[in-house]
C-alpha cells in the first residue's frame, strides 16, 4: 500500500509538470518515464489487489479450521453431558435402593461410591472439556479480532483506493487540459484509463469480497455467540450436577449411618439368638435326657408289670393245680385246705388278680396305629382285643406274639399306659 501510495504521488508530480508545460513552464521529464510510471502503478496496484484476496482466502480457510473444531467440541460436551446425568440418575436410584434393602446395604453403598468416583471423574473430565470448549472460544473470538482488523485493514486500502481514484480522476482531468499540446501523453493515458478500468472491475470484486467478509464476520459473531450461549448451559448442569451430587452424599451418609444401625442391631440380636441357641439346646438336651429317661422308667415299668404278671399267672396256675386233687378228694379234704389256708401265715396268702377295666376300641387302634413292627395278620388283632379288655400292654404283646417288642412296648405304654 505505502508503494502505491508513493506511485500515485509520482503520477501527480507528472500530471502536475504536464499542466506546467501547457501553461509555458519548465519541460517535464520525457514521455517514455512518464508511461513507465503508470505501469508501475497498475503493476503495484495488481499486486496489492491479490494480496487482499490471498488474505481473505486465508481468512474464511481459518474461520472454516476453527468452526469444526468448535462444533465437534460442542458435540461431545453434549453427549457426555447427557452421559453424565445418565450416570448420576443410576446413583440416585442406587442411593434410593439402599434405603428399602438394609440386607445389601453394604454392597449397595459401595456401589454407590463407585458410581459417585466415576460421576466425580467424569465431572472433572467435562470441566477439562469445558476448559478446552473455553479455550476454543477465545481463539474464535481472537480470530474475531483477526478478522475484524483484517476488515478494517481492507477498508482502509479500499479508502486508499477510491482515494487513488480520486486523485485519477482529477489527474485525468488535468491531462485533458493538456491534451492539445501532450498527443503522446493522451495516449499514454488512454492507455492508463483502460487499465484503470480493469482496476476498477477489479476494485469492485474487492468490494464485494470485503461485503462477504464481514457476512462470514457475522456468521463467526453468531457461533461465538452460540458457543457462549452453550457454555452457559453447560456450566448451569454443571451446578445441577454438582447439587445433585451433593443429595447422593448425604443420602449416601445416612444409609452409611442405617447400615451401621442395622450392624449393630445385626450384631446385638445375634448375640441374642447365639444365647437363646445355647439355652435351646441345653434344654433340648435336658429335655432329651429326660424323656429317656422317663422311656427307661417306662419300660422298667412294664418289664416289672411284665414279670408281675407271669409271677401271677403262674401263682394261678400251681393254685389251680394244688386245688384240683383237694375238689377230687371230697368234702374233708376242702375243709382240710380250707383249715390249712386258714392257718397259713399271711405272707403266704396270694390274692387273686383284680379284673382289669376295659379300654375303648378308638383308643387302642389310634395306639396300634402308632406302634411299630407289629404287622396286620391275626396276631395283631388278637393283641387289639387283649387291650381292649383291658390286659397290660406286655402281657398282651407275650400272649399274642409269643415275645415283646420293647419299641412297641414303649409305644403301647405311652399311649395306654402300664395297665388299664
Do not use: H
Amino acid at each position: 500500500m505505502a508503494r502505491l501510495l508513493a506511485a500515485s504521488g509520482i503520477w501527480a508530480i507528472m500530471a502536475g509538470a504536464a499542466l506546467g508545460q501547457s501553461a509555458g513552464g519548465p519541460v517535464d521529464p520525457p514521455a517514455q518515464e512518464r508511461a513507465n510510471a503508470l505501469r508501475e502503478i497498475i503493476l503495484l496496484m495488481e499486486e496489492e489487489a491479490a494480496g487482499l484476496r490471498s488474505q481473505i482466502e486465508d481468512m474464511r480457510a481459518e474461520l472454516a479450521t476453527g468452526q469444526a473444531p468448535a462444533a465437534a467440541a460442542a458435540a461431545r460436551d453434549a453427549a457426555e453431558l447427557a452421559e453424565l446425568r445418565r450416570q448420576l440418575e443410576a446413583a440416585r436410584a442406587e442411593t434410593r435402593a439402599i434405603e428399602g434393602k438394609a440386607a445389601a446395604a453394604q454392597l449397595q453403598a459401595r456401589a454407590a461410591s463407585d458410581a459417585q468416583a466415576r460421576s466425580q471423574q467424569e465431572l472433572a473430565e467435562l470441566r477439562a472439556r469445558l476448559a478446552r470448549a473455553e479455550a476454543a472460544r477465545q481463539d474464535a473470538e481472537r480470530m474475531g479480532t483477526d478478522l475484524t482488523a483484517r476488515l478494517e485493514s481492507a477498508q482502509q486500502e479500499l479508502a486508499t483506493l477510491r482515494t487513488a481514484e480520486d486523485q485519477r480522476v482529477r489527474n485525468q482531468a488535468a491531462l485533458s487540459d493538456a491534451e492539445a499540446s501532450l498527443t503522446e501523453l493522451r495516449r499514454q493515458i488512454d492507455g492508463a484509463e483502460a487499465e484503470l478500468a480493469g482496476l476498477s472491475e477489479r476494485k469492485t470484486g474487492l468490494e464485494q469480497q470485503a461485503a462477504a467478509l464481514g457476512e462470514t464476520l457475522g456468521a463467526t459473531q453468531q457461533q461465538l455467540s452460540d458457543l457462549t450461549a452453550q457454555r452457559d448451559a453447560a456450566r448451569e448442569e454443571i451446578a445441577a450436577l454438582e447439587a445433585r451430587r451433593t443429595e447422593a452424599e448425604a443420602a449416601l451418609a445416612q444409609a452409611q449411618q442405617r447400615e451401621a444401625e442395622l450392624r449393630q442391631g445385626l450384631e446385638d440380636a445375634t448375640t441374642r439368638q447365639t444365647a437363646a441357641e445355647a439355652a435351646a439346646l441345653d434344654a433340648e438336651r435336658r429335655q432329651a435326657e429326660a424323656e429317656q429317661g422317663f422311656a427307661e422308667a417306662q419300660e422298667l415299668r412294664a418289664i416289672a408289670e411284665a414279670a408281675l404278671a407271669e409271677t401271677t399267672a403262674e401263682v394261678e396256675r400251681a393254685t389251680a393245680a394244688r386245688n384240683a386233687p383237694r375238689q377230687e378228694a371230697g368234702p374233708d379234704a376242702a375243709e382240710e385246705q380250707q383249715a390249712d389256708a386258714g392257718a397259713a401265715p399271711p405272707g403266704d396268702t396270694i390274692a387273686a388278680a383284680p379284673q382289669q377295666p376295659q379300654r375303648p376300641a378308638a383308643t387302642v387302634d389310634a395306639a396300634l396305629a402308632r406302634a411299630p413292627a407289629l404287622g396286620s395278620g391275626p396276631q395283631r388283632a388278637e393283641l387289639r382285643q387283649r387291650l381292649i379288655e383291658g390286659q397290660c400292654p406286655a402281657e398282651a404283646l407275650r400272649a399274642a406274639y409269643g415275645q415283646v417288642n420293647r419299641q412297641s412296648l414303649r409305644v403301647l405304654v405311652a399311649e395306654l399306659g402300664a395297665c388299664g
